[in-house]
């Protein structure tokens, strides 16, 4: 199975601030990453894909760079709702595997 | 609008079996594959396996092969999941959701509690 190694567990910032998140494969998954966000009382949303495409609805904020092993979550300019948990995927083979998470919390 | 919806928390116990439903709305389920996750307390997401409603045709992750069994009945509109000879370790929060590969919606989630 494909191991997926998200870093950081843990990330605070304050609104305004831009913060990164890595996603790292144990093996080449070409560019077929997905990331995912967390909040409590909604649904999961599914923010990117393929790597760098942005979902419908997902803010231009957000953006999705990477392929072969490493990738990178951005979100520029942050917005009091993007303090949740975010999770990366790989979608290139089964068994698809999640990364561990990171919670995104207010500084 | 595209909705997931889950049936009602479950309590099993151990050796016993339940089934989980997903309803969906605003989407035929015969045009995407349906995928099952769970996230034990305190951990991350775990791929369960996926379903293409349109056949039948089913990949389980390797753990769950024996534990998962996945159908849909494309007249409702409903994935199922049934999780047989539970065990505590099967304590969990389980989601239905629905995608060709990545995940494009997702259920609210279920709790499964096995206990004596």
């Known amino acids: 199975d494909v191991q997926m190694t998200q870093s950081p567990s843990y990330l605070a910032a304050s609104p305004g601030e831009s913060v990164s998140i890595s996603c790292k494969a144990s093996k080449s998954i070409n560019t077929y990453l997905a990331w995912y966000q967390e909040k409590p009382g909604k649904t999961n949303k599914l923010l990117i894909y393929s790597g760098s495409t942005l979902q419908s609805g997902t803010p231009s904020r957000f953006s999705g760079s990477g392929s072969g092993t490493d990738f990178t979550l951005t979100i520029r300019s942050l917005e009091p709702e993007d303090f949740a948990v975010y999770y990366c995927q790989q979608h290139n083979e089964y068994p698809y595997t999640f990364g561990a998470g990171t919670k995104l919390e207010l500084k | 609008e595209v909705q997931l919806q889950q049936s009602g928390a479950e309590l099993g116990k151990p050796g016993t079996s339940v089934k989980l439903s997903c309803k969906v709305s605003g989407y035929n389920i015969r045009s995407t594959y349906m995928h099952w996750v769970n996230q034990r307390p305190g951990k991350g997401l775990e791929w369960i396996g996926r379903?293409?409603?349109?056949?039948?045709?089913?990949i389980y992750a390797e753990k769950f092969k024996s534990k998962a069994t996945l159908t849909a009945d494309t007249s409702s509109n409903t994935a199922y999941m049934q999780l047989s000879q539970l065990k505590s370790d099967d304590t969990a929060i389980y989601f239905c959701?629905?995608?060709?590969?990545?995940?494009?919606?997702w259920g609210q989630g279920v709790m499964v509690t096995v206990s004596s």
């Open positions: 959701a629905m995608g060709g590969a990545e995940l494009d919606y």
């Open positions: 379903i293409d409603p349109a056949n039948g045709n089913t």
